[in-house]
């Protein structure tokens, strides 16, 4: 054979054996992943990351008990319906299999353990959740009992909980347990269905200790206007306001209580993290700012839609995951509450894929930070193993939790490097920088990343260097200048020609002028300001297009300039055409608005007078708002409450001018100026909806136009 033709053969031959190595060990990549993972930032915006969880394994379908009929033969007997799984410290799974009422054990590398013996005196019915000790103990919910057992870790029978005596338990408490978990002291957690009283608490022996971890009811300001009119009998007649029950319960290595809970108007403490005297850290301020208070992602959220969150599992760190039931999602956040990932995938009816959960009933995590989800429509549970990005995220944020930034910074650089777009590598590496004294590239850091704490303490540190460089100098300006000012009054005592070198003012005489400075009267004379406006003719339409004009500036600067401390937008792109519209369909709303009711209910002023008038009320924006936008850029969020006692008295002042315009432009008393406003106000909001429903039409009109023109040019 040619030499040629013998190395065409070898290369042909090695190209074979390489497709069959590769079909007959998949590697997965991430672009070949089922489901989508992603982060939201501050900003709201959606980030689409690597996959930090891969599928690994499936469980469950491997479950094998003696025949009952011959006792030596092992029949297949697959899961029904399961509820609940745990895994304990020695990542041994247990498994709540509800529709066969038994619990399941699956070893450590997810195969098949054995069942737990049956009861003899009274078997499970139908038990949903499960939880187990450091000792091994098993902590059942036997639902269909309605009670807990405490199995030991053969299986065998060691106590049982039921519903206590006590009179702190309200008459005709359904107690139907469905969630347990065990403190260290051996307090036990108790989920009952549907119960808004919060968690059952009992004592080791069995006794009521309280109700724990309880939810506040909703209470809006419809309610509270319903306390104020409604009679008792009325008030009793209405649906009753109860607090969301609780989904579910867990309890981390260090002893703080996690639930999740569900409601239609429970939008945030969806999940909370209590100590034993019941507060909840995940509503706790940190570095950063406030802690997240909101849990359980949706990638595209439909309208009014709200997580339902089925349970919690949490890692030896204090990072924590919750799952979705309904649309499927899992969402993973360190122990501060702050999101890290959320991945979902779109599951088909017909089939089973790795990596897809249909119906997710229970999720827990073991001491290599694998997951665990349970799929009680599929009968199965399926393994997800942590991937290079996701272990890299998590080892970084838990070194910055730490403390430990400097080794975390590498970590965070090579997750940026990874994603670029990826927020907590930025925020990770602001916190390394200002932790080794970097103030200007933290305070870069922070404004990329969007936190406004973090911003604003890097800021404050580097003006208090830039003043500490410069207090000398300062002090050396002021004392010149008290020294010239002594030898000044000297000189003047002395020398009577001193005192009469004083710059001299300069007069302004033209009438437009006078009307400009007419806007300062109105500011401290409001009411004399105004009257002047109507009957002495202060003010003229250009002059209060100048105020309009300079109004408008201040405001756009003000939404664009201020600092981003105390402007979250700054950060965002403002569009000057949206800023624009804004202001002027308001302002343009008003000035209709009023007019019209004014005109109606015989009051004095033209429509002139209100149009100048409702522009001379805006000069707040120019005198307070201008000078405070540069001031913020020097001020930090310690100074929060002078920069916001400022920023609100601005809005303030100008609704008050308004309310003075109107009274003394249209000659009204107190009580007719308060019913001009609320017609004004209603008539803005009617004519918004009609312009609505106006462009509304206009753009289905020449949708169809177009759509004619379109079909008559074709043929």
Request: include cysteine; aromatic fraction near 14%.
């Amino acid at each position: 054979m040619k030499p040629a033709k013998l190395k065409i053969i070898r290369l042909l031959w090695g190209l074979l054996a390489v497709c069959l190595v590769w079909v007959g060990y998949p590697a997965v990549a991430s672009a070949d992943y089922p489901y989508a993972t992603n982060y939201r930032s501050d900003t709201d915006s959606l980030v689409w990351t690597q996959a930090a969880f891969a599928p690994e394994q499936v469980l469950g379908r491997d479950v094998f008990i003696p025949d009952p009929e011959d006792p030596h033969k092992q029949v297949l007997s697959p899961l029904a319906q399961p509820s609940d799984l745990f895994v304990d410290t020695q990542d041994v799974i247990y498994v709540a299999d509800t529709g066969n009422n038994r619990i399941v054990v699956f070893k450590r590398d997810g195969t098949f353990d054995r069942v737990l013996p049956a009861l003899p005196d009274k078997p499970l019915s139908s038990p949903q959740g499960l939880y187990v000790d450091g000792k091994g103990n098993i902590y059942v919910a036997d639902t269909g009992n309605a009670r807990i057992v405490m199995l030991g870790p053969d299986g065998k029978l060691l106590k049982e909980y039921t519903l206590p005596e006590s009179r702190f338990i309200p008459e005709g408490y359904r107690f139907e347990p469905i969630k347990v978990a065990v403190d260290k002291r051996g307090y036990v957690y108790i989920v009952s269905r549907g119960s808004y009283n919060g968690l059952l608490q009992l004592e080791p022996d069995g006794d009521f200790v309280r109700f724990f971890a309880a939810n506040k009811a909703p209470f809006t300001l419809l309610d509270s206007i319903k306390r104020k009119i409604y009679t008792r009998a009325m008030y009793e007649k209405q649906i009753s306001k109860l607090p969301p029950a609780i989904n579910n319960v867990n309890i981390d290595e260090r002893g703080f209580v996690y639930t999740v809970s569900f409601g239609e108007q429970l939008k945030s403490s969806q999940v909370k993290k209590l100590n034993y005297a019941g507060k909840d850290f995940l509503a706790s301020d940190n570095s950063m700012g406030t802690s997240n208070d909101t849990f359980g992602e949706i990638r595209f959220a439909a309208a009014n839609q709200i997580p339902n969150l089925t349970d919690i599992a949490v890692d030896r760190l204090g990072n924590f995951s919750v799952i979705d039931s309904d649309s499927k999602v899992v969402s993973q956040y360190d122990t501060f509450g702050n999101l890290l990932f959320f991945w979902s995938g779109d599951a088909s009816p017909n089939t089973t894929q790795l990596g897809i959960v249909k119906s997710p009933a229970a999720i827990d995590i073991n001491s290599r930070n694998e997951i665990y989800i349970l799929d009680n429509n599929a009968n199965l549970i399926q393994k997800f193993r942590q991937t290079e990005f996701g272990a890299l995220v998590y080892k970084a944020n838990n070194l910055t939790i730490d403390g430990r930034y400097k080794e975390a910074e590498p970590v965070w650089r090579e997750v940026l490097h990874l994603n670029a777009y990826y927020t907590p590598a930025v925020i990770g590496l602001a916190q390394a920088a200002y932790s080794r004294g970097d103030y200007p590239e933290a305070k870069k850091l922070y404004l990329q990343a969007g936190i406004q704490k973090g911003y604003s303490n890097a800021f404050w540190q580097i003006r208090l260097e830039w003043l500490q460089d410069r207090f000398g100098l300062f002090m050396n300006i002021l004392i010149s200048v008290i020294v010239l000012y002594i030898l000044y009054r000297i000189a003047a005592k002395r020398y009577p020609a001193v005192s009469r070198l004083r710059p001299s003012r300069i007069q302004l005489t033209s009438r437009f002028i006078g009307q400009l400075r007419h806007t300062f009267y109105v500011l401290r004379h409001p009411v004399d300001g105004f009257y002047a406006l109507r009957y002495e003719h202060k003010g003229s339409y250009l002059s209060a297009c100048v105020v309009l004009a300079l109004a408008y500036i201040s405001y756009a600067v003000i939404r664009s300039y201020t600092s981003f401390s105390f402007n979250a937008e700054a950060i965002k792109a403002l569009s000057a055409t949206t800023v624009f519209l804004q202001f002027f369909l308001v302002w343009v709303g008003w000035v209709i608005s009023n007019y019209l009711v004014s005109s109606i209910m015989r009051g004095e002023g033209r429509f002139k007078d209100v149009f100048i008038g409702s522009s001379y009320a805006l000069t707040p924006f120019i005198v307070i708002g201008l000078p405070l936008t540069l001031i913020s850029n020097g001020m930090s969020l310690s100074e929060e409450s002078i920069y916001q006692f400022l920023h609100q008295g601005m809005y303030v002042w100008v609704f008050l001018l308004l309310i003075w315009k109107v009274m003394s432009i249209q000659n009204y008393t107190v009580g007719e100026t308060a019913v001009n406003l609320l017609y004004t106000i209603g008539t803005m909001v009617i004519i918004g909806v009609l312009c609505f429903i106006l462009f509304g039409l206009s753009t289905e009109l020449r949708s169809f136009i177009y759509s004619i023109v379109q079909e008559v040019s074709v043929r």
